[in-house]
T-cell receptor, first 113, second 114 residues
Framework: GAVVSQHPSWVICKSGTSVKIECRSLDFQATTMFWYRQFPKQSLMLMATSNEGSKATYEQGVEKDKFLINHASLTLSTLTVTSAHPEDSSFYIC?????????FGQGTRLTVV | AQSVTQLGSHVSVSEGALVLLRCNYSSSVPPYLFWYVQYPNQGLQLLLK??????LVKGINGFEAEFKKSETSFHLTKPSAHMSDAAEYFCARRADGGYNKLIFGAGTRLAVHP
């Protein structure tokens, strides 16, 4: 099966700093990747669609300037949480599209202190 | 509107008992449908998928699901629960418009007790 690797699996940062999360498709090329956010005991909420070589498409209510997405290659998308605040603490999960399925990374637990 | 509804946020079964997790979708055209399992602090693992071929879909770990267009349902079942099945289960549908943008249900937490 296809493998998607997400790094880091957990990170603790100070309020006001930026954090970068990487999502890599290890054995296939993904022109489209997705970033989700999951609050404790809740479902996944789509944040944005990342397309290789073009600007990401953000869902309504998601701040583009706070959650910077870059998809510079067919195997790597990054999510940067800028000027992080405690309310940004959450579980972030990426997925890479290989039709007809989407394959998920392991997730990143972000804690902002 | 495109949506997925999972009935029952918590389901508890005895080990060896039947597992039934319910999922209904809202769509004028049958979408691709998926069931994922999530263990604590981990990503999602695909259990099975419906892509308009066979209506009875078999997945990993003994799970299966039946697509019923008349009921707009895609319920997940397993004949005999195992302790290791305890996890969060998400039903999802592919959103219209291509790619693989998924719309998730709220999730069902399955507890398995001895």
């Amino acid at each position: 099966g296809a493998v998607v690797s997400q790094h880091p699996s957990w990170v603790i940062c100070k309020s006001g700093t930026s954090v970068k999360i990487e999502c890599r498709s290890l054995d296939f090329q993904a022109t489209t990747m997705f970033w989700y956010r999951q609050f404790p005991k809740q479902s996944l909420m789509l944040m944005a669609t990342s397309n290789e070589g073009s600007k990401a498409t953000y869902e309504q209510g998601v701040e583009k300037d706070k959650f910077l997405i870059n998809h510079a290659s067919l195997t790597l998308s990054t999510l940067t949480v800028t000027s992080a605040h405690p309310e940004d603490s959450s579980f972030y999960i990426c997925s890479a599209s290989r039709l007809p399925e989407a394959f998920f990374g392991q997730g990143t637990r972000l804690t902002v202190v | 509107a495109q949506s997925v509804t999972q009935l029952g946020s918590h389901v508890s079964v005895s080990e060896g008992a039947l597992v039934l997790l319910r999922c209904n979708y809202s769509s004028s055209v049958p979408p691709y449908l998926f069931w994922y399992v999530q263990y604590p602090n981990q990503g999602l693992q695909l259990l099975l998928k419906y892509t308009s071929a066979a209506t009875l879909v078999k997945g990993i770990n003994g799970f299966e699901a039946e697509f019923k267009k008349s009921e707009t349902s895609f319920h997940l079942t397993k004949p005999s629960a195992h302790m290791s099945d305890a996890a969060e289960y998400f039903c999802a549908r592919r959103a219209d418009g291509g790619y693989n943008k998924l719309i998730f249900g709220a999730g069902t937490r399955l507890a398995v007790h001895p």
